[in-house]
């Protein structure tokens, strides 16, 4: 599905394979991304509204409406089990909902966000900063901000936990990968492309990252070591 407003009743049962009795209202501004939980019973849109949802994903009820944010939300990630979600929003907060009740758990002052990601068992929220050059690591149960990684000096496009979660990739428009430790925020060791690069990728097994930028799509293939992966 592409950004816009909120699926059609057509969109909908294309999506579910088959009709539903009752078509989702939409938000008033565009939608900027969606999530569906991991057990596919319910799903969540962000919108330039300012609001983010929760959406019955058999019937398209709406669940809840998460109305705290002031700007623009354009990131949402659900947690593994599905218990919570994230939504991040250009009021410069992240926020942890319950997904059972739509309730505000935490809010992360964070100043600015681009993107967030979920860490394999759902202990830690990484988030990024395209404008301040940083990733910082959160506790995802107290909402309390664990560190911060190394900066990124010309800005933070991508990045990726290891199905592990023993390691953290991130991109930036240097051309620059690094590997951190998201335990402590340590570089384990960096490599680097001749373009600007806005994405990456783990292999299920974990023993290859993608990396996709403006020259293309890079491969790097890890063998770990006791001092971090090679």
Not at 32 to 55: N, Q, Y
Not at 155 to 168: N, Y
């Amino acid at each position: 599905m592409v950004p816009g407003r909120v699926p059609t009743r057509a969109a909908w049962r294309a999506w579910r394979g088959c009709e539903v009795p009752q078509t989702p209202s939409a938000h008033v501004g565009r939608v900027t991304t969606m999530v569906v939980s991991p057990d596919g019973s319910w799903l969540a849109t962000a919108s330039r509204d300012g609001t983010a949802r929760i959406w019955d994903a058999a019937t398209g009820q709406e669940l809840h409406i998460l109305t705290v944010h002031t700007a623009s939300v354009f990131a949402v990630v659900v947690s593994p089990d599905g218990s919570w979600l994230a939504t991040a929003s250009r009021d410069g907060t992240a926020r942890i909902w319950d997904a059972a009740t739509g309730q505000e758990l935490h809010t992360l002052d964070i100043f600015a966000v681009d993107a967030m990601v979920v860490s394999p068992d759902g202990a830690w929220i990484a988030t990024t900063s395209f404008r301040t050059d940083t990733m910082r690591i959160w506790d995802a149960i107290t909402g309390q901000e664990l560190r911060t990684l190394t900066r990124h000096p010309y800005g933070v496009t991508g990045t990726a936990f290891s199905p592990d979660g023993t390691l953290l990739a991130i991109t930036s428009v240097d051309g620059t990968i690094r590997i951190c430790s998201p335990e402590t925020g340590l570089t384990l060791t960096m490599m680097r492309t001749d373009s600007p690069l806005l994405s990456c990728a783990w292999t299920p097994d974990g023993r290859c990252l993608l990396v996709g930028g403006l020259e293309g799509i890079f491969g790097y293939t890890f063998r770990l070591a006791s001092n971090g992966p090679h």
